[in-house]
């Protein structure tokens, strides 16, 4: 199957600053990638919907000046997360879609980035 | 996107038949079901696909009746490997998922 980098696997930084996760789709292209951020013993929670030359779309209550999506080529999108704080410590998880039938969902994950904010 | 109902856990034993059932009442015409699974600290993975009857693939099989309110993902012979959570979802292509709470798995030797 298809695969989803990202990078880094994880992170500690410390609170007030940015972190920048990239997701790649490393064999195929993909229009429209979807960030998730999962809590320890939670289900995943999808942020945003990265449009690959357009904005980002974010689900409400996801603040999108803090959650800063990038999607600049068919196989990269990247989410800077600004100004961390604790509260933003996580597991952040990118998925993309393989192009094809538009009733197909097929949807292809990343590992995961850990980020923990001091 | 339709709402999944799932059972929140499930306790097997190694080499036996596991299968979890799936709710959703409110399946749309153009939503397909989708079960993925995942490991502590890693993204989901995708496990299988279908829209209606039954559908097989190398490490499970899903089942879903004529009125597709419900589907059976039936893991053959488990393991250990496969403690985990499965998760179902159903959507229309392309389209971001809505994970429901998901049934953890639990393998015991």
């Known amino acids: 199957g298809a695969v989803v980098s990202q990078h880094p696997s994880w992170v500690i930084c410390k609170s007030g600053t940015s972190v920048k996760i990239e997701c790649r789709s490393l064999?195929?292209?993909?229009?429209?990638m979807f960030w998730y951020r999962q809590f320890p013993k939670q289900s995943l929670m999808l942020m945003a919907t990265?449009?690959?030359?357009?904005?980002?779309?974010?689900e409400q209550g996801v603040e999108k000046d803090k959650f800063l999506i990038n999607h600049a080529s068919l196989t990269l999108s990247t989410l800077t997360v600004t100004s961390a704080h604790p509260e933003d410590s996580s597991f952040y998880i990118c998925?993309?879609?393989?192009?094809?039938?538009?009733?197909?969902?097929?949807?292809?994950f990343g590992p995961g980035t850990r980020l923990t904010v001091l | 996107l339709a709402k999944t109902t799932q059972p929140i856990s499930m306790d097997s034993y190694e080499g036996q038949e596991v299968n979890i059932t799936c709710s959703h009442n409110n399946i749309a015409t153009n939503d397909y079901i989708t079960w993925y699974q995942q490991f502590p600290s890693q993204g989901p993975r995708f496990i299988i696909q279908g829209y209606k009857t039954k559908v097989t693939n190398e490490v499970a099989s899903l089942f879903i009746p004529a009125d597709r309110k419900s589907s059976t993902l039936s893991l053959p012979r488990v393991s250990l490997s496969d403690t985990a959570v499965y998760y179902c979802l159903v959507a229309p292509g392309r389209r971001a998922l809505t994970f429901g709470s998901g049934t953890r798995l639990q393998v015991q030797p």
């Open positions: 998925s993309a879609g393989t192009s094809g039938r538009e009733s197909y969902n097929e949807q292809f």
């Open positions: 064999d195929f292209q993909a229009t429209t």
């Open positions: 990265s449009n690959e030359g357009s904005k980002a779309t974010y």
